[in-house]
């Protein structure tokens, strides 16, 4: 059995049934004026881990495997926005706000759009979620089925909000989970690592988390 160098222990990973999961690597939450800036956070955290990301990237479409993305959004009427997460907390701009780069976290919108140097290629799906996690209200876990998708390798922002949030949902759903340490972020540095640590404790409980130059050196 092929396995990947892991914490809390070697990730069996069956390559048939791998795919890289991105999450919400989108200017919102990247770059000054969207909506990770208006809530007062240093977005330059999210931005430094974008070689990380897409070395991965390249190396799941080098090896031929499935890179799915995910992008937190909403509809312009806001239909699937419930006013509990639109007016949580104290934002400068809240969702569908007009801002410097469009409406905040709107479907569509030019800050809504994933980091240019991470932008998925053609053929790529790209899953436009409401919620924090990436099956409520979206196509996510039939485009899994679909693909015979088993195995998910976790990347994106941020690691215990929406990364968290998926890896939870997946593993509840029997799915076999694993984050990418490198190449997840969050706006606070003791909130990352705290994290990292509730995955995979109690014998990987939620998942494993793995460096990804060991990731990728399975995958090569
Ligand atoms: C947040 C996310 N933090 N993508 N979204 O609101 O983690």
Redesign the pocket.
């Known amino acids: 059995m092929a396995e990947i160098k892991a914490e809390p222990f070697a990730f069996p990973v069956k390559h048939d049934q791998l795919a890289l999961i991105v999450?919400?690597m989108q200017r919102d939450?990247a770059e000054p004026g969207g909506?990770?800036a208006s809530l007062g956070n240093d977005v330059s955290r999210i931005t430094r881990i974008v070689p990380d990301v897409k070395r991965l990237i390249q190396g799941f479409r080098n090896a031929g495997l499935p890179v799915i993305h995910t992008m937190?959004c909403h509809r312009p009427d806001l239909s699937d926005l419930p006013p509990a997460k639109r007016d949580r907390g104290n934002p400068t701009l809240r969702i569908g706000d007009e801002g410097p780069m469009g409406r905040i976290l709107i479907s569509g919108e030019p800050g809504t759009a994933i980091l240019p140097a991470l932008a998925p290629v053609k053929g790529e799906v790209v899953i436009e979620k409401p919620g924090?996690g990436a099956f409520y209200a979206t196509e996510f876990g039939e485009v899994l089925q679909r693909k015979g998708i088993r195995q998910l390798v976790f990347a994106?922002?941020?690691t215990e909000?929406?990364?968290q949030t998926t890896m939870r949902e997946a593993n509840d759903r029997g799915y076999e989970c694993l984050l990418a340490e490198e190449a997840t972020e969050s706006y606070f540095p003791e909130f990352k690592a705290a994290a990292i640590a509730m995955i995979r404790a109690q014998g990987a409980i939620v998942g494993w988390t793995a460096h990804v130059d060991d990731i990728l050196e399975s995958i090569a």
């Open positions: 999450i919400d939450f909506f990770g937190e924090k994106g922002v941020t909000v929406c990364v």
